[in-house]
């Protein structure tokens, strides 16, 4: 709530800097029409919401008078910056995920992304381990009640959850690289089991076939 209440107030105190800081300009008597009023003249006033023009009373030199106080933006903006800072870190989102430099305008790669919301990964992958259990129970009991209607649905068997993070993470990148480990760190079927969901007896079956030059039909995703 703190970090809320701090967002807030750099926000209204920013707006207050431009609102209060804009130019006055002051008109001397002579610029002003006037009106009689039984013996008295008295100058016609207009613009009565205006806060930018003013009348100067009694005076008959320096006609036109600006008044253009200096903006504070930048300290305000470097406030209004930290407090959003602050709040990204407490919701754990990480200080940059609300941040609004203007450094960020290029278009960046998903590695770069990843590096600038360390913060960020880790909580999505912290609470991508805490659902995957609960999603597969709830696809299974999908499937379950499915088979109880009638739906010729095969068994599950073991089930995983495959997040998609390609906004985050450069899933292209992290495929060529586990590709390029094939044979060397990782086997075929290890691939298969990784990137198309499939159980490592399906997946043996089809990095045999491949080996083969031939696929079986079917497998599991």
Not at 11 to 29: C, P, Q, T
Not at 112 to 130: F, K, T
């Amino acid at each position: 709530m703190d970090a809320v209440q701090a967002v807030d107030l750099t926000f209204d105190a920013l707006i207050n800097e431009i609102d209060v800081s804009k130019m006055r300009v002051f008109l001397s008597d002579v610029l002003f029409d006037r009106e009689k009023t039984g013996d008295k003249a008295i100058s016609i006033p207009f613009g009565k919401q205006d806060c930018t023009v003013f009348r100067k009373v009694m005076s008959t030199e320096d006609t036109i008078q600006e008044f253009a106080p200096a903006l504070r933006t930048s300290s305000q903006s470097e406030a209004f910056r930290i407090a959003l800072q602050m709040l990204g870190d407490l919701t754990g989102f990480g200080i940059g995920y609300f941040d609004f430099d203007e450094s960020h305008g290029y278009v960046r790669t998903a590695t770069e992304v990843s590096s600038d919301n360390s913060a960020l990964m880790r909580n999505i992958r912290r609470h991508e381990n805490a659902l995957q259990e609960p999603i597969t129970a709830i696809a299974r009991a999908v499937m379950a009640v499915s088979r109880g209607f009638g739906e010729g649905i095969p068994d599950e068997g073991v089930m995983a959850v495959m997040y998609d993070d390609s906004i985050i993470q450069d899933v292209a990148a992290e495929k060529a690289q586990d590709m390029a480990e094939v044979g060397v760190t990782m086997n075929a079927w290890e691939y298969r089991a990784k990137w198309y969901g499939e159980d490592e007896k399906t997946a043996k079956a089809l990095a045999r076939g491949l080996g083969k030059g031939k696929a079986p039909k079917g497998g599991n995703a």
